[in-house]
């Protein structure tokens, strides 16, 4: 691993069960997160694509340190693999790594941005998430959709999860806000909360949402907003990616 933005070694990988599925998390990711705080200081933030048609991830993004992006795959690769049973002989590709701020308000944000979301429904499409904010930011919220009963979107589930879904808020439009704890829709299954320095892995296809209080998160300051580094990998397939 190069030197700069090195990781902690070596990283204490734990893991949860949120509903059927697990989640890893490392604590202490980096040997010095305030360097990346910093960078993300100096660095240009622009909206995230979808935003000017209220969708996708609400807020801001700047491109992260190469350095940061190859250390972290470096680790990651073989951690996914044996963690969330991904065949060795599947290759790895990396969409966007970058920091994002939360910066949209809620009266300001559309239909899909207010509902739970799957990145993409490929097998092993993997999301990961390091926090550079703190707990008052909230976390990462996991969620089963009742009508259908599912909590992970597939290649065979996609469709009929879609269908119900777009049914569903076309006939009813969700609550302009940040989701949370779960209403008619949704189950609320656990959180990840938020922690300075703490590194999240889970798989894109499971429904999930930023949990975030607009009172303190919606800010494009990163040493005071919800500044978090979103990296997105693939295994053997095409990567894509939404929201995180």
Do not use: W
């Not at 697990?22 to 240009?44: G, H, K, T, W, Y």
């Not at 979301?117 to 550079?132: E, I, K, N």
């Not at 009742?146 to 569903?168: F, M, N, W």
């Amino acid at each position: 691993m190069t030197d700069a933005f090195s990781i902690r070694m070596p990283p204490d990988i734990r893991s949860v069960k949120v509903g059927d599925h697990q989640v890893v998390f490392i604590d202490n990711f980096l040997e010095d997160p305030q360097a990346l705080l910093e960078q993300a200081c100096q660095s240009r933030f622009e909206p995230y694509p979808g935003q000017v048609n209220k969708k996708g991830y609400p807020g801001i993004r700047a491109e992260a340190p190469a350095a940061y992006s190859a250390n972290l795959t470096e680790l990651l690769e073989p951690l996914i693999k044996v963690n969330f049973q991904v065949p060795e002989d599947l290759p790895l590709r990396k969409s966007i790594c970058a920091f994002s701020l939360t910066t949209t308000q809620p009266q300001d944000m559309g239909p899909l941005q207010c509902t739970p979301h799957f990145d993409a429904s490929t097998p092993h499409h993997m999301a990961v998430l390091l926090y550079l904010c703190g707990e008052q930011h909230g976390g990462t919220g996991f969620y089963r959709h009742k009508a259908t009963g599912l909590q992970q979107i597939t290649p065979e589930t996609r469709e009929q999860y879609l269908d119900v879904y777009y049914e569903e808020i076309n006939r009813r439009l969700p609550a302009q806000r940040y989701f949370d704890r779960g209403d008619e829709q949704f189950s609320f299954l656990g959180m990840i909360p938020a922690r300075f320095n703490r590194l999240v892995v889970y798989p894109g296809s499971l429904l999930h949402s930023a949990c975030i209080n607009p009172a303190r998160s919606i800010n494009s300051d990163p040493r005071t907003g919800r500044l978090t580094l979103n990296t997105f990998y693939d295994f053997g397939l095409a990567a894509s990616a939404t929201l995180d």
